[in-house]
């Protein structure tokens, strides 16, 4: 309980940290308030927020931060939600208004959607369903961005990340054919070797070092098509996850990142893989490749053409 309470304090002391980042942004929102300005929700983490607009300002575009209930608006503005139930309400209507929606199932009334020009998502079934129903919508979803960091010495153990106080699916196959790992995470003790449980937060190195990340998924992030956070996490740090089929992974690294549809195929690769790190190191360096088209630098450029797009569209 005390170490979950640690936890707890520590993950919301960086959240506020990286909100103060914001804050500060914003306090120098009118100096470019004419362009565009991106209105923060509280759901949406900082630091990726203002990798965007250290993005933007690379392409020549300076974008202002709002912090709702701020009303500023610019030519355009990107609102930000977490779902259709909770949308912001549209400051002006004369400008051009995206809404970057996190989640949207394909039984939602489109409904709430008219006062935003176009709808940017990050997963492909709600892009699919956007335009089946006449709705403009685009497809972006959220950045990775892979780090330049130095080779880590490898090791031949994969290593599980995760939550011992809720049920794995991969640690408990692996357990079950009995795989030594390199566990990190909160509530490990009595359920697992001692020696292997290797502390609570893998460091960046860890991820690098370790050959593949044993990281579990809900049902709802593969029947949606997300990428949770531990995911992104394990990806931008170099290090190869390892998970239940998804097909959002595959839209966007292929076949690179190793995934598994049942027991069997886990049990295979997960044997294989750490026994050929030269594989390993190829896929690695082919994910990190990939990874460019879905950086915050390919996120501005894209959300930039959509700009001129709309901009051509309203002369």
Same mark, same amino acid.
């Given at each position: 309980?005390?170490?979950?309470?640690?936890?707890?304090?520590?993950?919301?002391?960086?959240?506020?940290?990286?909100?103060?980042?914001?804050?500060?942004? =914003?306090?120098?929102?009118?100096?470019?308030?004419?362009? =565009?300005?991106?209105?923060?929700?509280?759901?949406?983490? =900082?630091?990726?927020?203002?990798?965007?607009?250290?993005?933007?300002?690379?392409?020549?575009?300076?974008?202002?931060?709002?912090?709702?209930?701020?009303?500023?608006?610019?030519?355009?503005?990107?609102?930000? #939600?977490?779902?259709?139930?909770?949308?912001?309400?549209?400051? @002006?209507?004369?400008?051009?208004?995206?809404?970057?929606?996190?989640?949207?199932?394909?039984?939602?009334?489109?409904?709430?959607?008219?006062?935003?020009?176009?709808?940017?998502?990050?997963?492909?079934?709600?892009?699919?369903?956007?335009? #089946?129903?006449?709705?403009?919508?685009?497809?972006?979803?959220?950045?990775?961005?892979?780090? @330049?960091?130095?080779?880590?010495?490898?090791?031949?153990?994969?290593?599980?990340?995760?939550?011992?106080?809720?049920?794995?699916?991969?640690?408990?196959?692996?357990?079950?054919?009995?795989?030594?790992?390199?566990?990190?995470?909160?509530?490990?003790?009595?359920?697992?070797?001692?020696?292997?449980?290797?502390?609570?937060?893998?460091?960046?190195?860890?991820?690098?070092?370790?050959?593949?990340?044993?990281?579990?998924?809900?049902?709802?992030?593969?029947?949606?098509?997300?990428?949770?956070?531990?995911?992104?996490?394990?990806?931008?740090?170099?290090?190869?996850?390892?998970?239940?089929?998804?097909?959002?992974?595959?839209?966007?690294?292929?076949?690179?990142?190793?995934?598994?549809?049942?027991?069997?195929?886990?049990?295979?690769?997960?044997?294989?893989?750490?026994?050929?790190?030269?594989?390993?190191?190829?896929?690695? =360096?082919?994910?990190?490749?990939? #990874?460019?088209?879905?950086?915050?630098?390919?996120?501005?450029?894209?959300?930039?053409?959509?700009?001129?797009?709309? @901009?051509?569209?309203?002369?």
């Amino acid at each position: 309980m005390k170490k979950t309470l640690l936890y707890f304090s520590i993950m919301m002391g960086l959240a506020l940290l990286g909100y103060r980042e914001i804050y500060k942004l =914003a306090g120098n929102a009118h100096r470019d308030m004419g362009y =565009a300005v991106i209105h923060v929700s509280e759901n949406k983490p =900082a630091q990726q927020m203002i990798k965007l607009q250290e993005a933007f300002e690379k392409e020549g575009k300076n974008i202002s931060f709002s912090i709702r209930p701020n009303r500023s608006s610019g030519k355009f503005n990107i609102y930000t #939600a977490t779902d259709i139930q909770h949308l912001p309400e549209v400051a @002006d209507q004369s400008a051009i208004n995206f809404l970057w929606i996190d989640k949207l199932k394909s039984d939602e009334s489109p409904e709430k959607l008219r006062p935003f020009d176009v709808i940017v998502v990050k997963n492909m079934p709600a892009y699919q369903h956007l335009k #089946a129903v006449n709705v403009r919508t685009a497809f972006i979803p959220d950045a990775v961005d892979v780090k @330049d960091s130095e080779k880590a010495s490898q090791t031949e153990r994969a290593m599980f990340w995760g939550d011992g106080n809720e049920f794995s699916v991969s640690l408990s196959m692996a357990g079950h054919e009995k795989i030594k790992l390199d566990v990190y995470g909160i509530g490990f003790e009595g359920q697992w070797p001692i020696d292997e449980i290797k502390g609570t937060m893998p460091s960046e190195t860890d991820f690098r070092s370790h050959p593949l990340v044993l990281v579990d998924q809900s049902d709802e992030d593969i029947l949606h098509q997300t990428i949770n956070p531990r995911i992104m996490t394990i990806l931008e740090n170099g290090g190869i996850p390892y998970l239940r089929y998804n097909p959002a992974i595959e839209k966007l690294f292929g076949k690179m990142v190793p995934m598994y549809h049942n027991d069997n195929e886990f049990q295979e690769q997960l044997k294989y893989l750490p026994a050929h790190l030269f594989e390993i190191e190829e896929r690695r =360096a082919a994910i990190k490749h990939l #990874a460019k088209r879905w950086n915050s630098h390919s996120q501005a450029r894209k959300f930039i053409e959509l700009f001129e797009i709309m @901009d051509r569209k309203r002369r």
